[in-house]
């Protein structure tokens, strides 16, 4: 009882039974309502006290008798359960102004134990409360960032405000079985991409090579490698964060030999080191991709292979437009698309302005 000094206690009547008799008496509490489920039940020597709501009457008395041969009723001081918000709405109802809790946001990002948010104007004066409600409300969380900026500059960053939890935003993220390193202040990463990244995983076919040109952390190349036994991988990216990363998580994925990753701009590189090694091009690079289409072109072997080609559009005819941009690149680039595999709307990324993926295979 050591580890419940510093709660705190209230006096309560409870059932006192053997442990052996513990799982069958917390069932009967249940089952007839009777538990206070406030208070945290006691282990003393070789019994249980199980908090109740107060003293029994005789006909309570006798159901207990009926479940459970063996008790005592007492008093006993019961350290309290912790209260734990349902919800982020749950914990700021009565802490802000009526009107403002239709503004709280409504999706959040979670990598790893870093919760991740966009705070509206209107509540910006009210951000740290919010950060302190999403870590009372996800346990697991152990910072919450809010978004400061939009992603840019060539390591793909954006800026963030830590507005609640610990300063130490590095994390292990979780996905298909693969665990990924990172800290989200120092290299890109997105969890909203995870099934992207199964899609792309699932269709690559024995024997190829990939070049994932923007690799960051290496979701694509490392669930690529664990996925299938005989591929090797290429991993890009100018980000020497994400390259550090990348290195620590193809060893924690035991994918090493299979992914080599590549610090550099993705055209130097393929320039250099990979022009006609490529079966499958992977050009996640949304904002600047359309600059990189000639390279890609370049690192696919002579006979062609696949690109999966990411953009941003906005506008009636996104899909379409983005389509004619890589189709025309690709020519330019003395290329030629034999067919388009697929074509769709990977997310929203602002009010009608999307993230498009074409898979197209060239010859």
């Known amino acids: 009882m050591s580890g419940e000094i510093n709660q705190t206690l209230a006096r309560a009547y409870c059932l006192k039974v053997p442990k052996n008799l513990g799982e069958k008496a917390i069932r009967?509490?249940?089952?007839?309502?009777?538990?206070?489920?406030?208070?945290?039940?006691?282990?003393?020597?070789?019994?249980?006290?199980?908090?109740?709501?107060?003293?029994?009457?005789?006909?309570?008395?006798?159901?207990?008798?009926?479940?459970?041969?063996?008790?005592?009723?007492?008093?006993?001081?019961?350290?309290?359960?912790?209260?734990?918000?349902?919800?982020?709405?749950?914990?700021?109802?009565?802490?802000?102004?009526?009107h403002l809790l239709a503004s709280l946001p409504r999706s959040i990002d979670f990598v790893g134990e870093v919760a991740i948010l966009e705070i509206p104007e209107e509540l910006v004066g009210y951000k740290h409360l919010i950060g302190e409600a999403v870590l009372q409300t996800f346990k697991r969380v152990k910072s919450v960032l809010a978004k400061s900026s939009g992603i840019g500059g060539i390591y793909r960053i954006r800026e963030y405000e830590i507005i609640a939890g610990s300063e130490d935003t590095e994390t292990v993220h979780r996905e298909y079985g693969c665990k990924y390193y990172l800290d989200p202040r120092k290299a890109y990463f997105s969890p909203r991409l995870s099934y992207e990244h199964y899609r792309v995983a699932s269709q690559v076919r024995d024997g190829e090579t990939i070049i994932d040109m923007f690799a960051g952390v290496g979701p694509f190349s490392i669930l690529i490698a664990k996925m299938h036994a005989n591929v090797r991988v290429y991993a890009i990216d100018i980000n020497?964060?994400?390259?550090?990363y990348l290195e620590r998580n193809i060893h924690a994925n035991d994918v090493y030999g299979k992914v080599t990753p590549v610090l550099g701009d993705a055209k130097e590189v393929v320039e250099n080191k990979l022009r006609g090694l490529a079966d499958r091009i992977i050009m996640n690079l949304p904002e600047k991709s359309i600059e990189y289409i000639d390279a890609a072109c370049a690192a696919l072997r002579k006979t062609g292979g696949i690109i999966h080609y990411y953009r941003f559009a906005e506008g009636p005819h996104a899909v379409e437009n983005v389509k004619a941009e890589l189709i025309k690149g690709i020519e330019i680039s003395k290329r030629k698309v034999e067919t388009v595999l697929s074509?769709?709307?990977?997310?929203?990324?602002?009010?009608?302005?999307?993230?498009?993926?074409?898979?197209?295979?060239?010859?």
């Open 28 to 98: 009967a509490v249940s089952k007839l309502s009777i538990g206070d489920k406030n208070l945290k039940i006691l282990r003393v020597k070789d019994f249980l006290l199980i908090p109740i709501k107060g003293e029994l009457s005789e006909e309570q008395m006798n159901e207990v008798r009926r479940e459970i041969p063996q008790f005592e009723i007492l008093i006993q001081s019961f350290p309290k359960r912790e209260e734990h918000a349902r919800s982020i709405l749950d914990f700021l109802e009565d802490k802000m102004p009526p």
């Open 240 to 244: 020497p964060d994400a390259i550090r």
């Open 343 to 363: 074509e769709r709307i990977v997310k929203e990324v602002a009010p009608f302005k999307w993230q498009i993926v074409i898979d197209a295979k060239v010859k």
